[in-house]
């Protein structure tokens, strides 16, 4: 009888024993184990036929092998199965082994299982899967057909007490609270743990605290994700108050705090507040080192201000701003400017955010930042949008302006020369003064690649909007209610008549310029005199 579920995933932290563990059960059960590293072979064919040589010609080997244990059958150890992460060709990877667990067949038209797409032969030898990330994107059809198993991470006690009993059996001398510590160091990562022993156990016979702390021994390969990291910079184990005393104290204007000033608070008795604050500052560097830190940094400036840390003056939070502001201009710098040098000095915000915004409590948990993402997007479109309008512009304008330009000097003056005082009427009863109006409008929309399109408005109706949508790049405010709205500095919008028939008016141009060909010169037309371009096409 076949198991309901054909795969076992097994997911755990790493260096907790997922895939010793999975070679041990295969043992015990009476299987022979071949380990395939999934982050080497990615793609669907390659994992495929990775799997069938160790399921079947493996078994042929073993049945010509002498070795009894050679003639076990094969349970084939996926290790790192979410290391094949990103791309089409993981995803494919991932479904190939679903597929052939379930029995559903290849793709079709490669391989004898696979041919025609018709279903193919089931795995008849058990496949373990082990991970780091359960819940990684990648993962998810394999989730559906799996047996999970999944391991929490050692606690610490646990951890310290096993260790002791490790370096009792090899001859290491180590007290409690040092292998405590080093667990500590290590995120209770037992493999980093047992490495850091056998290290000072060929060195020396005692391990003491000055190892322990001295180096990167200990270190564990998991990076805390950002939610860890944003409670890691706001929550503090409650012995940052005496150190918080002076908000200018983490290097007043963006200095670190000097030797002479750390001495000088040991000598007064705030020595171990201010280690253990100096011991967090280091801790936090480390970490960030294997972290993204631009998302970190959009989770520290949209909740720094949502923590309720004790700042009756805004003293604490103008300083957190100042560093903020400064981590700004050190990425302006290092991008437009190439000096990519300063990228080691980008952490050091988020320290100095820690050092001035942590709380010893906090109850609510941090959600994902959405605010710079938003706004970096937006950033996007109106940057498209920009070239977009400058690659419509007429040849005697496209080389005067630059998106930036557009921007700083021909927005302004044009969006209110777009919004002439015109009667809401049909062509035919506008005055001769009218009529004339309209066509140099007309004239300047061709001019700057200008028109307008028929949308659907929200509440259903039909209007007709300018493309491309200056009204965009324009200043705006936030009401009482949190919407947008127009700057009171902006020009007035044309009632949708005049705007339907600008529309209408700058179709019939355009045809008669395409059937006016190629001896009717420019395209944008404002070349003559009587042009709103002038005799240089300047505005």
């Known amino acids: 009888k076949r198991p309901e579920k054909p795969l076992l995933l097994i997911a755990g932290p790493p260096g907790l024993g997922k895939t010793t563990l999975a ?17 080497d072979d990615r793609t669907a064919k390659v994992l495929r036929q990775r799997i069938k040589d160790a399921t079947e010609v493996q078994s042929v080997f073993g049945a010509m092998s002498s070795r009894p244990e050679m003639s076990r059958p094969v349970c084939v150890i996926l290790d790192e199965i ?29 391989g004898e299982d696979g041919e025609g797409g018709k279903g193919g032969s089931q795995l008849q030898r058990p496949v373990i899967c082990v991970c780091n990330e359960l ?55 037992v493999r980093a743990c047992l490495n850091t022993l056998q290290f000072v156990r060929a060195k020396s016979a005692v391990l003491t605290d000055e190892m322990v702390l001295s180096g990167s021994i200990g270190r564990s390969r998991a990076a805390k994700n950002v939610f860890q990291l944003w409670k890691q910079v706001f929550v503090s184990s409650g012995t940052q108050s005496s150190a918080k005393a002076n908000p200018h104290a983490f290097g007043g204007k963006g200095k670190k705090p000097s030797a002479a000033k750390a001495g000088g608070a040991k000598a007064g008795g705030g020595g171990g507040a201010a280690t253990v604050a100096e011991d967090r500052q280091q801790q936090l560097l480390r970490d960030l080192q294997h972290a993204d830190s631009q998302r970190v940094m959009d989770g520290v400036v949209e909740h720094y201000l949502t923590v309720p840390f ?105 969006v209110r020369v777009l919004a002439p ?40 109706q039909y209007v007709h909007r300018l493309e491309p949508p200056l ?39 355009i045809m008669r310029r395409s059937r006016r060909g190629a001896g009717g010169g420019e395209a944008g037309g404002g070349e003559g005199k009587g042009g709103w371009l002038g005799g240089d096409g300047g505005v």
């Open 23 to 39: 070679h041990v059960a295969a043992a015990h059960a009476g299987y022979r184990t071949i380990e395939i590293n999934s982050s």
């Open 82 to 110: 979410d290391g094949a992460m990103g791309g089409s060709d993981a995803t494919s990877a991932i479904s190939e082994l679903v597929r052939m667990a379930t029995g559903a067949g290849g793709k079709g038209g490669e």
């Open 135 to 189: 819940h990684a994107a990648i993962l998810r059809p394999l989730r559906q057909v799996a047996e999970i198993v999944e391991f929490k991470g050692a606690l610490n006690a646990q951890l310290a007490s096993r260790l002791r009993k490790v370096c009792q059996h090899e001859g290491l001398a180590a007290e409690a609270n040092t292998l405590a510590q080093l667990a500590t160091i290590a995120q209770n990562d």
């Open 310 to 414: 004790t700042d009756p003056q805004m003293v604490h939070a103008a300083a957190a701003a100042d560093w903020l502001s400064g981590h700004d201009v050190l990425v302006h710098k290092q991008f437009a400017g190439g000096h990519f040098a300063l990228a080691r000095y980008l952490d050091w915000s988020i320290v100095a955010v820690q050092h001035l915004c942590s709380v010893p409590y906090h109850p609510k948990s941090f959600g994902f930042p959405r605010a710079a993402a938003e706004h970096r997007q937006r950033h996007a479109q109106r940057q498209g949008q920009l070239r977009s309008w400058q690659a419509g512009l007429a040849p005697s304008l496209f080389n005067r302006y630059t998106p930036r330009t557009l921007v700083l000097d021909a927005l302004g003056p044009l």
């Open 421 to 460: 005082p015109l009667r809401p009427t049909a062509a035919g009863m506008l005055s001769t003064e009218e009529r004339a109006q309209l066509m140099a409008l007309v004239e300047l929309m061709l001019c700057f690649g200008l028109q307008y399109a028929q949308v659907q408005a929200d509440n259903g």
């Open 471 to 509: 009204a965009d790049f324009l200043p705006c405010e936030i009401d009482e209610q949190g919407e947008v709205v127009p700057s009171p500095s902006a020009p007035r919008e044309l009632p949708n008549a005049v705007k339907q028939l600008l529309s209408f008016e700058l179709g019939r141009e």
